[in-house]
């Protein structure tokens, strides 16, 4: 049975910092593309950070140079460093993973195949 798992996620400050980390169970993601998404209340769910196999990365501009997806693939574990954090920062914290191999980073959430259950962050102004 594959599972993800999400952990670090909770309250911080404007300006703090958080990593999150995920860690993957029942097969390997070595070769498969990796996201971190955000969902805030009556907000879609949105890639904040994607990595490919090849260690490529993908952000969008709202947390581009705050954030940063690394992964180690022996542990078969993503993170995600936080820093600088906003409030608009906000919201339950999803690790994704795409189930085919050397599939690129994908901006939309169905095209992953497995998810944690996510973890929440609060960011205080």
């Known amino acids: 049975q594959v599972q993800l798992v999400e952990s670090g996620g909770g309250l911080v400050q404007a300006g703090g910092s958080l990593r999150l980390s995920c860690a993957a169970s029942g097969r390997t993601f070595g070769g498969n593309a990796m996201g971190w998404f955000r969902q805030a209340p009556e907000k879609q769910r949105e890639l904040v950070a994607g990595?490919?196999?090849?260690?490529?990365?993908k952000y969008p501009d709202s947390v581009k140079g705050r954030f940063t997806i690394s992964r180690d693939n022996v542990k078969n574990t993503v993170y995600l460093q936080m820093n600088s954090l906003k409030p608009e920062d906000t919201g339950v914290y999803y690790c994704?993973?795409?189930?085919?191999?050397?599939?690129?980073?994908?901006?939309?959430?169905?095209?992953?195949?497995?998810w944690g259950q996510g973890t929440q962050v609060t960011v205080s102004s």
């Open positions: 994704a993973a795409r189930g085919g191999l050397y599939y690129s980073v994908a901006d939309a959430p169905s095209a992953y195949d497995y």
């Open positions: 990595i490919g196999s090849g260690g490529l990365t």
